[in-house]
């Protein structure tokens, strides 16, 4: 399965068992890291439109464990937890992202790279399979979702600058 989308200045990516989003933000990379790793705007921000968080712990360092409740608009809540593998500040972060019950449902590689003092960001995905993949696409809407969630970060940051 093999997609390309590009809509609200997102660009998506299916590529076997791999999700590419990218999107370039109007802030610098160190701002973008910072939102995207402080409690306080992550609150603010994270997960499609409607959703809100419960950061129950946060500790962005290689070995930490940030541990959320994503609450949908439907009243279901949806247990996360991320665990930190690699933390290189503003550049990279690396993580499994998983629940309680499984610590990895997929694998992620968010990196911020600076273009003439805005932000280029671009998170990888990897899935245990293709077809785990193609599951969470369809029955979750991975891709609008993540269009959804960097949109609210875009607008989170324009607070911000």
């Avoid at 200045?9 to 590419?20: W, Y």
């Amino acid at each position: 399965m093999t997609q390309n989308h590009s809509a609200s200045n997102t660009t998506t990516a299916v590529h076997g068992p791999e999700l590419t989003v990218t999107r370039l933000f109007k802030a610098s990379r160190e701002l973008v890291f910072k939102t995207w790793t402080e409690a306080k705007h992550l609150q603010q921000w994270w997960g499609p439109e409607g959703f809100t968080i419960t950061i129950q712990q946060m500790d962005v360092r290689p070995g930490g464990v940030w541990s959320y409740i994503m609450h949908g608009p439907d009243g279901v809540d949806y247990d996360n937890k991320i665990s930190y593998l690699e933390v290189v500040s503003p550049e990279r972060l690396v993580y499994s992202h998983g629940d309680h019950k499984d610590a990895e449902h997929f694998r992620v590689t968010v990196t911020f790279a600076e273009q003439d003092g805005e932000t280029e960001l671009t998170m990888r995905s990897l899935f245990k399979s293709a077809e785990e993949l193609e599951k969470v696409v369809k029955e979750y809407g991975a891709i609008e979702g993540a269009k959804s969630t960097l949109e609210r970060l875009a607008q989170q940051l324009a607070t911000l600058v």
